[in-house]
């Protein structure tokens, strides 16, 4: 950088579709350690570079039943560890991306309210009474935890139509972050 410091390089590349390591579920977390607080760490960095609300240790690479998040709520960063989801109610239409799947946002209905337990870092029972976003968030990351992307959440016509453009980014390499592309349950595109 221009001020005489180093700029902070993400420890991890996200791993995207296709990427054999986001099809397995990840182990259980048995002990918090350093080398964990290091991940943790790790894993914020890359979170933040990639502009992303939250990262599942698997999308670096790491079947480790974790995530990080940052809801740009003034909370600042957070970590949930071994999460499970104990109840769901309502429902939420939203456009909702991933990292893993970069570019690409389905209109996909969810379930509005979740109560989720997990760990700290420090090893604290942590319990959330989540709602909209955060609701969300953590069914989604959780389903990373667990082997599955979104692109198991949406209508048929919604995959055909994300599969179509990946393959299409897939042979033209596209860009890195490329532009978003918004498809509703229908399959309809909206370039954005």
């Known amino acids: 950088m221009g001020d005489g410091t180093l700029a902070r390089m993400p420890a991890f590349a996200i791993r995207t579709y296709g990427d054999p390591v986001l099809r397995q579920r990840a182990a ?47 909370r600042g960063p957070q970590v949930m560890i071994n999460p499970v989801i104990e109840e769901l109610d309502g429902e939420w239409a939203y456009d909702e991306g991933c990292l893993s799947v970069p570019g690409l946002y389905f209109t996909i209905r969810r379930p509005k309210d979740a109560l989720v337990r997990g760990l700290d870092l420090d090893g604290n029972e942590v319990r959330i009474e989540a709602t909209t976003l955060e609701a969300r968030m953590f069914q989604h990351e959780i389903e990373h935890l667990d082997g599955h992307l979104l692109l198991e959440r949406v209508t048929p016509a919604q995959r055909k139509a994300g599969l179509r453009i990946l393959r299409e980014r897939q042979v033209t390499g596209g860009p890195r972050r490329p532009p978003t592309v918004v498809i509703d349950e229908d399959g309809g595109i909206a370039d954005d």
């Open 28 to 74: 259980e977390v048995t002990d918090i350690d350093a080398a964990l607080r290091r991940l943790v760490d790790d894993m914020i960095d890359t979170m933040y570079d990639a502009s992303g609300l939250a990262v599942a240790a698997p999308q670096v690479g790491v079947e480790r039943r974790l995530f990080v998040y940052d809801l740009n709520d003034d």
